[in-house]
C-alpha cells in the first residue's frame, strides 16, 4: 500500500524555473525522504528531513516539512534539464520505508 | 566503494516457472529492502532482511521469499511466476542507524 501521495502527477516546465512537488503521507512518521528516479532504473537519496525538523536545504534542493498536516514539498530552484526525472517520497515508518507514486518531471528546453 | 549490485539486469521468464534475484548491498549496510515496481507506480515494499531474518514484510504473498547471507548480501525467489510478477525489481541496503537507502539499478524481469 501506498502511504505517501505526490502532487501533481506529472510537471513540466521551463529550464531555469523552479519546480515544487508535494507530498502527503497517513500515519505518523520518523522521517520522510525524497528520491529520484530516472528512465525506470535505479532511485536516488535526495534528502532525508526528520520529524522533529520543519525545512532542510542540499545544493539546489529545499526540502519542507509540516507534521500537522502531514506534509511535505520539495523545491527544485532553477531547474535545468538533467532534472527530468521521477521524484518519489518516502515515509519512514516502523523501520520500513513505503515510497508514494512519484511526480513525472520533464523540463522542457 | 561499490554501491548496490543487482544480478541479473534484465530477465525474461514463464509463467509457472521460478525465478532468484540477487542483490549485494553497498559496504558498510547491514540491511537489504527489496522492492517491486510495476511501470508507472512508485516502488512496493516486499521485504527487509537485517541479522539474516526478515524483519518486515509488505503485502505480497509466500510466493515471494528471500535470504540474506552472513556477508549481507541478498536473495529474492518468486515461485510460479504470474504475468503479473512483471516489474523492475529494486533492492536497497542501509544501516540501521541510518535512514537513507542506496538502491541497485534493478532487474527487469518479465514473464511471458
Known amino acids: 500500500s501506498q502511504q505517501g501521495e505526490e502532487d501533481p502527477q506529472a510537471l513540466s516546465i521551463q529550464e531555469g524555473e523552479n519546480a515544487t512537488m508535494n507530498c502527503s503521507y497517513k500515519?505518523?512518521?520518523?522521517?520522510l525522504q525524497w528520491y529520484r528516479q530516472n528512465s525506470g532504473r535505479g532511485l536516488v537519496h535526495l534528502i532525508l528531513?526528520?520529524?522533529?525538523?520543519r525545512e532542510k536545504h542540499s545544493g539546489r534542493l529545499r526540502v519542507t516539512l509540516d507534521t500537522s498536516k502531514k506534509s511535505s514539498s520539495l523545491l527544485i530552484t532553477a531547474s535545468r534539464a538533467a532534472d527530468t526525472a521521477s521524484y518519489f517520497c518516502?515515509?519512514?515508518?516502523?523501520?520500513?520505508?513505503?515510497f508514494g507514486k512519484g511526480t513525472r518531471l520533464h523540463i522542457l528546453p | 566503494d561499490a554501491g548496490v549490485t543487482q544480478s541479473p539486469t534484465h530477465l525474461i521468464k514463464t509463467r509457472g516457472q521460478q525465478v532468484t534475484l540477487r542483490c549485494s548491498p553497498k559496504s558498510g549496510h547491514d540491511t537489504v529492502s527489496w522492492y517491486q515496481q510495476a511501470l508507472g507506480q512508485g516502488p512496493q515494499f516486499i521485504f527487509q532482511?537485517?541479522?539474516?531474518?526478515?524483519?518486515q514484510r509488505g503485502n505480497f504473498p509466500d510466493r515471494f521469499s528471500g535470504h540474506q547471507f552472513p556477508n549481507y548480501s541478498s536473495e529474492l525467489n518468486v515461485n510460479a511466476l504470474l504475468l503479473g510478477d512483471s516489474a523492475l525489481y529494486l533492492c536497497?541496503?542501509?544501516?540501521?542507524?541510518?535512514?537513507?537507502?542506496?538502491f541497485g539499478s534493478g532487474t527487469r524481469l518479465t514473464v511471458v
Open positions: 518516502a515515509t519512514d515508518a516502523d523501520d520500513k520505508i513505503i
Open positions: 500515519t505518523s512518521i520518523n522521517n
Open positions: 536497497a541496503s542501509s544501516h540501521l542507524v541510518n535512514y537513507g537507502y542506496t
Open positions: 528531513i526528520r520529524s522533529n525538523e
Open positions: 532482511y537485517y541479522e539474516e531474518e526478515e524483519r
